[in-house]
T-cell receptor, first 111, second 111 residues
Framework: GEDVEQSLFLSVREGDSSVINCTYT??????LYWYKQEPGAGLQLLTY?????DMKQDQRLTVLLNKKDKHLSLRIADTQTGDSAIYFC???????????FGGGTRLMVKP | DVKVTQSSRYLVKRTGEKVFLECVQD?????MFWYRQDPGLGLRLIYF???????EKGDIPEGYSVSREKKERFSLILESASTNQTSMYLC??????????FGEGSRLTVL
C-alpha cells in the first residue's frame, strides 16, 4: 500500500537552511510534490519532481530524490520567517492518479 | 488569479444535523476533490469528481456524500453530522494530475 511519512516538527533560525524530509513506500511513484500551507490557508503547490530526476532547484528551494531509499527532501536556503508553515510531501504512483499526502511537517522559523 | 472558494470558513453544528459544504472554482477545471485535514494525519481524500454528475469514493467516504451538478461547483454533504467529523475540510480542483489548487478550508465543529 501507499504510505508517506514526515516528521512532525522542525525549528530553525532565520537565515539558516531548513531541510524537510519525507519517506514513501511505493516504488512506482511517478511524481513527488511539495505543498506549503500557511496559517489559516489552504495548500499551495511549491514544487514537484519527476521520479527519474535526482534533483530540482528553484530559487531558494532544492528538492532531492533518492529513489533507491525512497527518500525525498526539501531544502530551503536562507530561511525567512515567512517560510513558517506546514509542508506536505505527496506522491502519485503509476497505479493510480490520486495524490497520497504525508502528515505534514510544521516549520517554525525563529528570528 | 485562480480561485477556489469555500462557502464557509467556520461552522458549528450539532450532532445529527445535516451539513452542506460548498466549493466553487473559476478555472474551468474538470477535477474536483474534498479532503479532510486532521493534525498528524495529513490530508485524507473523501470524494472526488472528474466531471459533472460524476463522483468517486476516496479513502474515507463513510458518512459523507457529494454533489456535482455544475462543473464549477462541488458540494460535500454530511447527512447526519457526528462529533468524529469535527475537522478542517479542504476543497481542491485541478486540470493536471497532482497540481491541485486548494480553497482556504472550512473548519467544522460538531457538538
Amino acid at each position: 500500500g501507499e504510505d508517506v511519512e514526515q516528521s512532525l516538527f522542525l525549528s530553525v533560525r532565520e537565515g539558516d537552511s531548513s531541510v524537510i524530509n519525507c519517506t514513501y513506500t511505493d516504488s512506482s511513484s511517478t511524481y513527488l510534490y511539495w505543498y506549503k500551507q500557511e496559517p489559516g490557508a489552504g495548500l499551495q503547490l511549491l514544487t514537484y519532481i519527476f521520479s527519474n530526476m535526482d534533483m530540482k532547484q528553484d530559487q531558494r528551494l532544492t528538492v532531492l530524490l533518492n529513489k533507491k531509499d525512497k527518500h525525498l527532501s526539501l531544502r530551503i536556503a536562507d530561511t525567512q520567517t515567512g517560510d513558517s508553515a506546514i509542508y506536505f510531501c505527496a506522491e502519485i504512483t503509476d497505479a493510480g492518479n490520486m495524490l497520497t499526502f504525508g502528515g505534514g511537517t510544521r516549520l517554525m522559523v525563529k528570528p | 488569479d485562480v480561485k477556489v472558494t469555500q462557502s464557509s470558513r467556520y461552522l458549528v453544528k450539532r450532532t445529527g444535523e445535516k451539513v452542506f459544504l460548498e466549493c466553487v472554482q473559476d478555472m474551468d477545471h474538470e477535477n474536483m476533490f474534498w479532503y479532510r485535514q486532521d493534525p498528524g494525519l495529513g490530508l485524507r481524500l473523501i470524494y472526488f469528481s472528474y466531471d459533472v454528475k460524476m463522483k468517486e469514493k476516496g479513502d474515507i467516504p463513510e458518512g459523507y456524500s457529494v454533489s456535482r451538478e455544475k462543473k464549477e461547483r462541488f458540494s460535500l454533504i454530511l447527512e447526519s453530522a457526528s462529533t468524529n467529523q469535527t475537522s478542517m475540510y479542504l476543497c481542491a480542483s485541478s486540470r493536471v494530475e497532482g497540481e491541485l489548487f486548494f480553497g482556504e478550508g472550512s473548519r467544522l465543529t460538531v457538538l
